[in-house]
T-cell receptor, first 119, second 114 residues
Framework: EAGVAQSPRYKIIEKRQSVAFWCNPI?????LYWYQQILGQGPKLLIQ????????DSQLPKDRFSAERLKGVDSTLKIQPAKLEDSAVYLC?????????????????FGPGTRLTVL | QKEVEQNSGPLSVPEGAIASLNCTYS??????FFWYRQYSGKSPELIMS??SNGDKEDGRFTAQLNKASQYVSLLIRDSQPSDSATYLC??????????????WGLGTSLAVNP
């Protein structure tokens, strides 16, 4: 079974530029997550999709970040314009979780991440 | 605010010793508990999950859950230098609209010294 795919793996941009990240989850996984992880910290949830609907974007800086999952499969996360403090690893994860699912369905599987450096 | 707390470490143990990693959580209705390992520069990978009180063993790893005390731990027996990593504790939580997500701790850094 193929894992979660992400691209690009690395990106260097200057502040005020825009950048986009792509994620393809594990086949059949209904839920997709975008996390931001700053060095030395745990993952911070930016947005959670259930199929193609947003179920949690409470920590997404909506003035500059946007995300979509139009067909309920792959997803893109965009930053426009980028700031220095956006330098981090952006992780995509997926899980089976559906309403009323079992504990195992909560298991999240991560892609390799995209390391973003904003200069 | 639902929270998961871990000692940030670093926790340093000699090779062959038992490493004990601890995690407490605030949401009393949480049902699923996970330990992920994250090597430097890599993404988190699942090493253990536990859903009921007691111990669960998988090779050198044992997860322990005590829901009454809201405490979950991970024991690593016969620690190896390759176990040196950050260990993340994650706990499921139900939010608005029955939305299920994981609440993450900040991680404990483990160093196994040869």
């Amino acid at each position: 079974e193929a894992g979660v795919a992400q691209s690009p793996r690395y990106k260097i941009i200057e502040k005020r530029q825009s950048v986009a990240f792509w994620c393809n989850p594990i086949s059949g996984h209904a839920t997709l997550y975008w996390y931001q992880q700053i060095l030395g910290q745990g993952p911070k949830l930016l947005i959670q999709f259930q199929n193609n609907g947003v179920v949690d974007d409470s920590q997404l800086p909506k003035d500059r970040f946007s995300a979509e999952r139009l067909k309920g499969v792959d997803s893109t996360l965009k930053i426009q314009p980028a700031k220095l403090e956006d330098s981090a690893v952006y992780l995509c994860a997926s899980s089976l979780v559906r309403l009323g699912g079992t504990g195992a369905a909560d298991t999240q599987y991560f892609g390799p991440g995209t390391r973003l450096t904003v200069l | 605010q639902k929270e998961v707390e871990q000692n940030s470490g670093p926790l340093s143990v000699p090779e062959g010793a038992i490493a004990s990693l601890n995690c407490t959580y605030s949401d009393r209705v949480s049902q699923s508990f996970f330990w992920y390992r994250q090597y430097s520069g890599k993404s988190p990978e699942l090493i253990m999950s536990i859903y009921s009180n007691g111990d669960k063993e998988d090779g050198r790893f044992t997860a322990q859950l005590n829901k009454a005390s809201q405490y979950v731990s991970l024991l690593i027996r016969d620690s190896q230098p390759s176990d040196s990593a950050t260990y993340l504790c994650a706990v499921n939580s139900l939010g608005a609209g029955n939305n299920r997500k994981l609440i993450w701790g900040l991680g404990t850094s483990l160093a196994v010294n040869p």
